[in-house]
Nanobody
Framework: QVQLVESGGGLVQPGGSLRLSCAASTSRFAIYAMDWYHQAPGKQRELVAGISSGGTANYADSVKGRFFISRDNAKKTMYLQMNSLKPEDTAVYYC??????????WGQGTQVTVSS
């Protein structure tokens, strides 16, 4: 079983920045593909950004050039740097870990609210 704990959410004004962190409990962290999803009220959960075990990143079109995903395998932690935040970025952000053999896991989520 893998525990994922997100942190770093909060209230920020439009145009501001936040950095989310996802700390994993597994010593196998480096082999997992990691993703950030978000879910706004009344909407489905959507992929925001992902990073492979090899460090290749991909982004949803809506966040390209504003959000940056990274991982520190030594710290067993993934990050999401969110810049130029917009009200439509308001959502609960979830961390997700996936491996074809060891399974997939979700964190409990952290709320991000972008409002003036």
């Amino acid at each position: 079983q893998v525990q994922l704990v997100e942190s770093g959410g909060g209230l920020v004004q439009p145009g501001g920045s936040l950095r989310l962190s996802c700390a994993a409990s597994t010593s196998r962290f480096a082999i997992y593909a990691m993703d950030w999803y978000h879910q706004a009220p009344g909407k489905q959960r959507e992929l925001v950004a992902g990073i492979s075990s090899g460090g290749t990143a991909n982004y949803a079109d809506s966040v390209k050039g504003r959000f940056f995903i990274s991982r520190d395998n030594a710290k067993k932690t993934m990050y999401l740097q969110m810049n130029s935040l917009k009200p439509e970025d308001t959502a609960v952000y979830y961390c997700h870990a996936n491996h074809k053999v060891f399974g997939d896991y979700w964190g409990q989520g952290t709320q991000v609210t972008v409002s003036s």
